[in-house]
């Protein structure tokens, strides 16, 4: 297993994990009663019994030992797939969906997040914490029991760079950072807004990808999600993302979920250097949520080019409509 990057667009690719079988789910590996040979990494609340868990994933596409030792063939970059793979269990209920939590229990599984991003980030090898979720036969979910599933790289992936050129290009013309134009945009307009609550909003945004995407994000600005701004109420943010998940889940099934922070600035060497002087100011962290609702295949050019069939206007008005506790 290793990694190699694609010269011309300058992305990673993990080749070579070999293809996962499929883990036993009876019994369900992240029910708390399955004996697991693993080390725990966090536990939530920190007194009692466990609410939410994170531990290593069983089948890692990272590992955490050695150096991401970076070696030449010919033109061509690659280096060993040098990381970490983590599992977040969102809940010791078998059958809860994150949809289906309190707030009180969301706001655990965002502070879970945060923590792991954080212990992470500690480490100067790594680039970039992605954390992610898959909900859903169609989403690709590994066990039905709710988690979600953290990983650090080496590199940091092909989306969030481009959002951090982009970000940094705007600041660069117009010293305003580009997410905080947006939202103010989307607040004037009102029409991609589906939902607020206390500082955060949720809107479909205006190049959506896929039919019912909502972006989460915070109206003050912050471009590091693992470190709440002072007054900042997580409370509404767990609020706000279990009625969004409530609509979402009446239009489709299953969805992808991912949180986009800023990189670890600990890194000051090689091509990402440059990105660090105004990325406070021009990073801004955000959720995305992507609903899987077209399973139609559109081959090669689904690849390349999006194709939406809905108008995120559209999108937003019928998730206003639906009914965000149910
Ligand atoms: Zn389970
Ligand atoms: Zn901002
Ligand atoms: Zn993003």
């Not at 007194?47 to 991401?68: C, K, M, N, S, T």
């Not at 609702?293 to 995120?312: A, C």
Request: proline content about 7%.
């Amino acid at each position: 297993m290793e990694l190699r990057k694609d010269p011309i667009t300058r992305s990673w690719v993990v080749v070579g994990h070999p293809e996962r079988e499929k883990l036993r789910p009876d019994p369900c590996p992240l029910c708390p009663d399955t004996r697991l040979e693993t080390q725990v990494l966090l536990d939530l609340p920190k007194q009692g019994p466990w609410q939410v868990r994170a531990y290593p994933h069983f089948r890692p596409l990272y590992r955490i030992e050695g150096d991401p030792a970076r070696s030449a063939e010919g033109i061509y970059d690659r280096m060993t797939a040098t990381g970490a793979h983590e599992i977040i269990v969102e809940t010791p209920e078998h059958t809860r969906l994150l949809s289906q939590m309190t707030d009180e229990q969301i706001e655990r599984v965002l502070d879970a997040y945060a923590l792991r991003i954080a212990d992470l980030k500690r480490d100067a090898r790594f680039k970039y914490v992605t954390v992610f979720k898959n909900q859903g036969p169609e989403s690709g979910e590994e066990w039905p029991h709710s988690h979600s599933q953290v990983t650090a790289t080496t590199f940091v992936p092909r989306r969030i760079l481009y959002e951090l050129r982009s970000a940094r290009e705007w600041f660069r013309e117009r010293e305003r950072c580009v997410f905080c134009d947006i939202l103010r945009q989307e607040e004037r307009q009102t029409k991609r807004i589906v939902d607020n609550v206390g500082d955060y909003f949720a809107f479909c945004p205006y190049a959506s990808r896929v039919p019912y995407e909502v972006w989460l994000m915070p109206r003050t600005h912050n471009h590091q999600f693992e470190s709440p701004s002072t007054g900042e109420n997580r409370r509404h943010l767990a609020n706000l993302l279990g009625r969004t998940l409530r609509r979402l889940l009446q239009a489709s099934g299953a969805y992808h979920m991912v949180v986009h922070t800023a990189p670890n600035t600990l890194q000051t060497k090689g091509e990402l250097s440059d990105y660090w002087r105004t990325i406070a100011g021009d990073y801004h962290w955000h959720i995305e949520i992507l609903p899987i609702v077209e399973t139609r295949s559109k081959s090669y050019s689904i690849k390349e080019v999006y194709f939406n069939g809905l108008l995120p206007e559209e999108a937003a008005e019928q998730l206003r409509q639906l009914d965000p506790a149910k």
